[in-house]
């Protein structure tokens, strides 16, 4: 492995004394793809990227497999169908163009990837003899035990044959790192402090101790033992999902308690008093303010899962409630891959003597992932580089990072109707259509995510190939977090992040970080041939992406008034019902929680309030 490094500017240099590898004439070049057939087929939801042999009826028949999952009344189905009549008017309008397109793709340069390592940092590096900025270590590591005696199988953890055998059953070899060292210290009743990569085990870390403690429970009454705290829905489902099939063959019970899912059918749930309770912070509170016969009274342990992002949601407040909702005398596990100031306050509070187990260095990647940097000069070239590469180099298995909602929502239009299949996810969508987005792209039905920072924490997605960031993250952790997606559980990835021309010096700082943990560093150039064939392309576009948020913005106005309309219609029928219902409540008044978001996002930026 060689041991030079990508070039940065140094702190003394103008911006314009930056070269990216892959402007210079050295640059090699990766061999093309195979051209994929690009002609409509009838019934078919998005144009697919099919391989050349295909005939139209296969196209058709895998059209039809991809779109049976959505319901035809969807937001998602609307949406494709919308997509889908658009592509196919493109399509008739391109059959009498000529070849002119085509010859360009033959001729075009293809994407151009440039050698691991620039040499310029480490020069600047030895020349300045300057030490890059330590990090202060957070975890005290006496905790931790000798190497020569960490576990090196489930056998070695002294876990149940029942648990044993959903380890064996999910094809779980070996512990991880992490689970070789919670897993004794949690069955020891201890608190516990970790902090691991994305990747790595810890949701099992967290849950096999707490099964095994749940086992050897008095089966005489059913109480809620153990909360589960999440900062998202999305992984509180994954967390769920993973403790059923952990606990498959043991009698322990569990539950999933978050926001988007009906409040009735979790009140049931809850008053069954299940062992193990999943939740989100919001709902839980909701739950003990205002349903009979729930409460926290019993719990013996509490697991606060993504620390670090459940504090940067805002979650604070609720966090400090539910723990003085739980009995003082408990036990606790706080499981973070980025440690900050507000995660050290939150451990001081809510731990007794933690265990603080450390297990890689904080705040870092992992180490089969490949990080790549494309510089955008531009901002206007932004989506004709995402096609290119979208179209050309990762066709499949990749997550798309936006910042912004509306952003996420136009790609799903745009790559739709270039014939590319993908899903969005974002808080715009109800719970049901975000589970379904995700389902989809795991089950392959979509090769492309399109998300926000809703699904970039915790996410245990398989196969994920490649993590896109649309813009540069702003901070090092939700990059962390956003890249995390790929290279798990020791398979390789790639993390390819665009970097607009006022974010460069963010980029080097990131860099300098990656050069001091020896990490995979590229530099990506898209070729300007093949940036302007597809903005002409997107360009072409204009009108029909136009008509399609037409006819969503009159679809929703029609879905609005017939709400509101039903709603006064309900207000008459089941007055009376409506007026003796018990108010729900809230830790807070709606002034508390605005000042307190206010102050948050304040103090992100360095503000008084």
Known sequence: MTNDFIMTIPDDEGEDNMVFKGEESSDEEIGKQEAKKVDFSKGFVFDGEADTSSSDEEEEQKGKKKSSRLQPNSRQYKLEERINKKRKEIMERQKDVDEETKTLADEEGD?????????????????????????????????QPAAEIIPRSFNQLHLSRPL???????????????????????????????????????????????????????????????????????????????????????????????????????????????????CTPGRMIDHVQNTMSVDLDDVEV????EADRLLELGFTDEIHQLLGLCPVKRQTLLFSATMTDSVSDLISLSLKKPARVFVDPVNQVV???????????????????????????????TIIFCEKKSEAHRLQIVLGLLGLHCAELHGDLNQTQRLQALDRFAKKEVDFLLATDVAARGLDIKGVKT????????????????????????????????????????????????????????????????????????????????????????????????????RADNLIKHEDEIKSRRKRTWFQSEKAKKDTKAKEYAAKRGKKV
């Open 111 to 143: 994407l151009q990837d440039t050698e691991d390592v620039i040499k310029s940092v480490k020069t600047i590096m030895e020349g300045k003899n300057e030490k890059l900025p330590s990090r202060e270590e957070f975890f005290d590591t006496s905790a």
């Open 164 to 278: 044993l055998r959903a380890i064996n059953e999910l094809g779980f070899s070996h512990p991880t790192p992490i689970q070789a060292r919670c897993i004794p210290l949690a069955l020891a009743g201890r608190d516990i402090c970790a902090a691991a990569k994305t990747g790595s085990g810890k949701t099992a870390a967290y849950l096999l101790p707490v099964l095994e403690r749940l086992l050897y429970k008095n089966a005489s009454r059913n109480l809620i033992r153990v909360l589960v705290v999440t900062p998202t829905r999305e992984l509180a489902s994954q967390v769920y999902s993973i403790a059923q099939k952990l606990c498959k063959f043991t009698p322990i019970t569990c539950s999933l308690v978050v926001g988007g899912l009906p409040l009735d059918a979790q009140a049931v749930e809850l008053k069954r008093r299940p062992d193990i309770v999943v």
């Open 367 to 397: 180490d089969k992932l490949v990080q790549e940097f494309i510089r955008v000069k531009d901002v206007a070239q932004r989506e004709p580089m995402l096609v290119a590469l979208l179209k050309r180099q990762f066709t499949s298995e």
């Open 302 to 305: 509490v697991i606060l899962d």
């Open 467 to 566: 993590v896109i960031n649309l813009h540069m993250p702003q901070t090092e952790a939700v990059y962390i977090h956003r890249v995390g997606r790929t290279a798990r559980a020791g398979h390789s990835g790639r993390a390819v992040t665009f970097v607009e021309e006022d974010r460069r010096m963010l980029m080097k700082e990131f860099v300098k970080r990656a050069v001091e943990a020896h990490q995979q560093i590229k530099t990506r150039v898209v070729n300007k041939a093949c940036i302007d064939k597809y903005s002409k392309e997107l360009e072409a576009l204009k009108k029909d992406i136009d008509d399609i948020y037409e006819e969503e913005r009159t679809e929703r106005e029609l879905n609005l008034a017939q709400r509101e309309a039903q």
